[in-house]
């Protein structure tokens, strides 16, 4: 079993298990952390990436079994808005208070 961790993003958790079935690997979300039978996923998941048009994000292999997909730029430095609570990031406020209601947590 493989483990992506999408820090924290269950959106593109859920994108990501989609794009996954579509290419015939067996996928669940868990919140943001999608799960997949196969192990060797890395190439499929910069596939993911490129096909997305996310070029910010990143796939950094943790071990053998754990992915983390995320934003790894300096952000800030590019007019974004980073969520507080766990450093994710977003283009604008509007989308930063649709992501932390992710969290289940209502801020206004
Ligand atoms: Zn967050």
Known sequence: M??????KDGKI???LENYLKNH???AKTDESMVIVNECNIEQVLNDFLKETNRSAYNIRKIDF???LLSKEIPIEDFG???CEMC???VSSEEELLVHRRAHGIQLL
């Open 2 to 7: 493989t483990f992506i961790d999408c820090a």
């Open 13 to 15: 958790a859920l994108e």
């Open 80 to 82: 974004f808005f980073r």
């Open 24 to 26: 015939g690997v067996s």
């Open 65 to 67: 079994t754990n992915f």
């Open 87 to 89: 450093g994710y990031a």
